[in-house]
């Protein structure tokens, strides 16, 4: 058996977590039994940290797959994918490991299962270095969905850094295929919206002060648009421990979504939370593509598993980008190409990223 397994060189390009979820995504998916070594070898803390185990261990469950080398601190694992059913999976990182983190490598994975799937996934809902649950449900999933599938996230509870306790639970159904995207046309921003946050010990002052600087700074540029960001105190039976933060949406005459974020932290300035989003989403919006930093790296797996040729115009290509495609390609017989954007003008720096896709097709279905 092992002379077949792919090997796949986890300490390479982003040297992160990314490279395990998708790699272990599409094994699972494809049948490829897989090698990863290195893993996370660009890190301080190398190796697997409980939110990168849990996500192995849901994709495991999902598909009754063999993982060996599964603990924490691992730098290498085997991992043989079964058959993908459907069915009630838990997964809980028991950190404030993300839960969005989960769902990426987990929904590829039951899209192509044998029926329904309900996922529990426990963690944390606003977490450093991962996209916001509220990013989740406001932007990556109205997107996401145009690849012809849909599914529902509930966010029963919020939980935060350090101790998680978050729970959401999303329920899908299984497509036979997946179709391809074309978001090329970035149209004018026609509103820009979102939420400002406080849990916990914090008073929701903090959230109105996050608002309204966010606000003034989106105001310096974009002066003839209302800009309605809610604060909002969460409920105390629907989060865990102490959290705050922002997410700012910018929705386009084209449907686009690009987003801004931030989290609150002690010791950090609540003004400086709301600007730090703000700038976050108008450099979003100065590079004149159709989906945000965030969001770019999350469509690869999904244009390299759809039926037809996918096309995504965007700003710079980020790293995590860039380790995407290197393995979806290294896994599947998709092929991307990525050229300089020429309709612009060329001191302009926006990318088309086109995918023809294997096309994947539901054994099951």
């Known amino acids: 058996m092992d002379g077949d397994r792919v090997e796949i060189d986890g300490g390479i390009m982003e040297g992160g977590g990314q490279i395990l979820r998708v790699s272990t995504a599409l094994s699972c998916l494809l049948g490829l039994p897989l090698r990863v070594r290195r893993i996370r070898a660009g890190r301080s803390q190398p190796g697997l940290r409980p939110q990168h185990l849990s996500g192995l261990e849901i994709v495991r469950d999902l598909c009754d797959g063999k993982l060996n080398g599964g ?39 039951v899209l192509f299962a044998a029926s329904p799937s309900e996922l529990h ?20 999933k109205p997107i996401v969905e145009k690849f012809n599938f849909t599914f529902k996230c509930d966010i029963k509870r919020r939980g935060y850094y350090p101790q998680g306790g978050g729970e959401v639970v999303v329920q899908m159904s299984p497509v036979k295929e997946l179709s391809p995207i ?17 849990a916990g010990a914090l008073p929701i002052k903090l959230a109105k002060d996050m608002s309204a600087a966010a606000v003034r700074c989106i105001r310096r540029e974009i002066r003839d648009l209302y800009i309605n960001i809610q604060p909002v105190r969460e409920p105390d039976d629907q989060a865990v421990g102490t959290g705050s933060g922002i997410i700012i949406v910018a929705e386009t005459s084209t449907g686009c979504l690009l987003a801004g974020s931030s989290l609150g932290k002690r010791g950090k300035n609540s003004d400086k939370v709301g600007i730090e989003a703000a700038e976050m989403l108008l450099q979003n919006l100065k590079h004149g593509g159709t989906v945000d930093d965030s969001l770019q790296d999350q ?16 700003g710079p290509i980020t790293l995590h980008t860039q380790t995407a495609i290197h393995f979806a390609e290294q896994l599947t017989k998709a092929k991307f190409t990525v050229t300089k954007s020429e309709e612009e003008d060329p001191s302009s720096d926006t990318y088309i990223i086109e995918c023809q896709g294997m096309g994947m097709i539901n054994p099951n279905l």
């Open 121 to 140: 996934l426990k963690g944390g809902t606003n977490a450093e270095m991962a996209p916001q649950i509220d990013y989740t449900v406001m932007v990556f």
């Open 182 to 198: 074309n978001l090329t046309e970035r149209g004018t921003v026609t509103k820009i919206y979102g939420r400002a946050f406080v």
């Open 299 to 314: 469509l690869i797996i999904f244009m390299a598993l759809a039926k037809g040729v996918s096309r995504v115009k965007s």
């Open 71 to 109: 603990e924490i601190g691992s730098t290498e694992i085997t991992f043989t994918p079964g058959k993908i059913k459907g069915g009630t999976h838990i997964a809980d990182t028991k950190t404030a490991g993300s839960v969005c983190l989960l769902m990426q490598v987990a929904m590829p994975c």
